[in-house]
């Protein structure tokens, strides 16, 4: 388009951008309408994109990383012909497909669910990753942000790894308006400030006016060109831009306009341009979902393996039967043992250091394009990223995340690096299942069971050596459970999951010598969690004992409880999970000082017993 024609499509999604928050009586119309003119070159003169065929390998990637501007986005796929006028108008209404925020799993073209701000450079690192290292299909990643999201440290997590990585296919778009939801940003219409922080990163970096629709129209060009080096174009612009109420004025943020149809009538009134979106380029994907035959993995029993080891080796012998996985870890793959995927895979690791909120970001960006990602850090850690794996699920994206180190069980390291709320946090995802193995053949099984599996799927590994009590042909289902003990007689019901497993068979031992039969179930699946054995093992002994290396709220036993929320009476039922603080040392004084050793869980399965049958 010639710059006449550029500046009527600005228009156009403004006055759309108006139009539509006014239907909805909501929304960012003024944030949409700061970035009209950015998009409106995009789509029109940079962009390759066949919106019929959005799985198109040469595709160019979008993402609207400020996602609440969403009516600037609609009304650009209005423009290019993607929904119609009347789809439009129906911005935020029960059942459209227009949501507040866009979502993948309404629209086809969005790449993942944005809204909490931040996010979006983070997520498009991780598929400019895909396209540079992986895909080779050429298409370019183009990440419109906010100036206030700039502020999120995870933004920053994304710059340095961009600029690390020279993820030349990566343009991040930044619409500096100076104003937020409250007030003016930080720096205001200080571009230089920006663009000394991405030039610190290694980016190239390019200041412009936003709404000269010429200078962007070479701003986009010299990123095309630009090799070696991310651009970020930093583009001053005016929140409200062409309506005189509303222009460059604190206190409208998210809110549609009060005078509407005035303000359309001086944006030069409603328009039907359409946008012939340039064709992307002829291209295949080089990678197949399977190269080669899955062989896991086998260990004897009776031999003494960490969770974690066998995690390593598992995911790469996955790696090798299937050539659509990929690992990401955060500097500590010499710990959660991702290392060993590493040697064997190179091509298909990516290292993220100490960022776990980009780590988790890159691997939502991966799985955007189709691959497998496995991701693996220390569980504790896992809990900076825990906005981005909400998000992921919003975006019902399809990512396997490991958290080793978990529990009070890592011993002399103390509390800052023990996982004891990750159960809880990973349970709380919509959709998620949530994983826990107390052997190596089981953990094996379950790490190849996961790839299979959509949503968030999190498996929790352990650091010492634990007994292989399972046989390398047993089948672990997801939702299943093993019953390790089991006997017409027990009276007493334990429940554990990983390294309290073994506390537990130690436990029943004991007590059977005392003559309490004790059944011990083998909860390896935190979520979805087996009803049907918890439901008949409380029948059976009309006493349940849960015992978890983890805090008591939201992990094992809460889950255990949830088999009896039908309605059903509540078996009698007492609950060992870690109460205190730990300090330092060896893993066995902590299970012990934690109480939930297998001396503790003889005494409450002793006590429990004898209260069940007090007349």
């Not at 299979?452 to 929790?460: A, E, V």
Request: proline fraction near 4%; include cysteine.
């Amino acid at each position: 388009m010639n710059t006449g024609e550029l500046v009527e499509l600005g228009q156009q999604l403004r006055v759309d951008s108006v139009r539509a928050a006014g239907a909805a009586g909501s929304g960012h119309p003024t944030s949409s309408m700061s970035a009209a003119d950015l998009m409106a070159v995009l789509l029109a003169n940079h962009f390759r994109y066949d919106f019929d065929r959005p799985e198109h390998p040469g595709n160019d990637r979008f993402v609207l990383s400020k996602g609440h501007a969403s009516p600037l986005l609609y009304s650009a796929y209005k423009a290019a012909g993607a929904v119609d006028d009347e789809e439009l108008l129906t911005f935020r209404k029960l059942g459209s497909r227009l949501e507040g925020h866009p979502t993948p799993r309404k629209l086809p073209w969005v790449e993942t669910a944005t809204g909490s701000l931040g996010q979006g450079l983070p997520v498009g690192v991780g598929i400019a990753l895909s396209g540079k290292r992986l895909d080779r299909t050429g298409y370019r990643v183009w990440v419109l942000c906010g100036d206030s999201e700039l502020a999120e440290g995870s933004v920053w997590e994304a710059a340095e790894h961009a600029g690390h990585e020279h993820l030349d296919n990566l343009t991040a778009i930044v619409d500096v308006n100076r104003l937020g939801q409250r007030g003016p940003t930080r720096h205001g219409h200080d571009l230089d400030a920006y663009a000394r922080r991405f030039q610190a990163f290694g980016w190239h970096t390019v200041e412009v006016d936003g709404h000269d629709v010429d200078a962007v129209d070479r701003a986009y060009g010299e990123a095309e060109s630009t090799k070696g080096q991310p651009t970020a174009i930093l583009a001053r612009t005016l929140k409200g831009k062409g309506v005189a109420d509303v222009e460059d004025r604190e206190g409208l943020h998210g809110k549609p306009l009060k005078n509407a149809d005035d303000a359309i009538e001086e944006l030069g009134g409603v328009r039907d341009l359409r946008v012939q979106v340039h064709e992307p380029p002829a291209a295949r994907l080089l990678h197949a979902v399977r190269s080669g035959h899955l062989e896991l993995p086998r260990w004897d029993t009776g031999e003494e393996v960490a969770t974690r080891n066998a995690y390593g080796q598992a995911l790469t012998a996955l790696g090798t039967g299937r050539g659509d996985v990929v690992a990401l870890d955060g500097e500590v793959g010499d710990s959660t043992r991702s290392e060993f995927f590493a040697k064997e895979h190179p091509d298909r690791y990516f290292e993220c250091y100490i960022a776990e909120q980009q780590m988790v970001a890159a691997a939502v960006g991966l799985a955007a394009r189709g691959w497998v990602p496995y991701a693996a850090t220390f569980a504790a850690f896992l809990t900076r990223a825990y906005d981005f794996v909400r998000m992921a699920s919003i975006s019902g994206a399809g990512i396997n995340l490991v958290g080793s180190h978990a529990g009070v069980a890592i011993g002399q390291d103390g509390p800052s690096q023990m996982g004891l709320e990750d159960l809880a946090m990973m349970r709380a995802v919509h959709g998620s299942t949530v994983l826990y193995p107390c052997d190596a053949n089981q953990t094996a099984h379950l790490v190849a069971e996961m790839a299979g599996l959509d949503g968030i799927r999190y498996l929790r590994t352990g650091r010492g050596e634990s007994p292989v009590i399972y046989g390398p042909d047993e089948d672990f289902p997801i939702g299943g459970s093993k019953v390790l003990r089991f006997s017409q007689s027990d009276r007493l019901t334990v429940v554990a999951a990983g390294v309290t497993v073994h506390e537990a068979l130690k436990a029943a031992e004991a007590l059977e010598q005392e003559g309490i039969r004790v059944r011990v179930v083998d909860l390896y699946s935190i979520k979805p969690v087996d009803r049907a054995t918890l439901r008949q093992a409380a029948e059976d002994t009309g006493c349940l004992l849960t015992v978890e290396d983890h805090r008591e709220e939201g992990g094992l036993g809460d889950a255990v409880l949830d088999a009896f929320a039908d309605g059903r009476p509540v078996p009698r039922l007492v609950r060992l999970a870690v109460r205190t603080m730990p300090g330092s040392a060896s893993p066995e004084e902590q299970l012990h000082a934690a109480g939930i050793d297998a001396e503790s869980i003889a005494a409450a399965g002793r006590l429990l017993v004898e209260q069940a049958i007090v007349p």
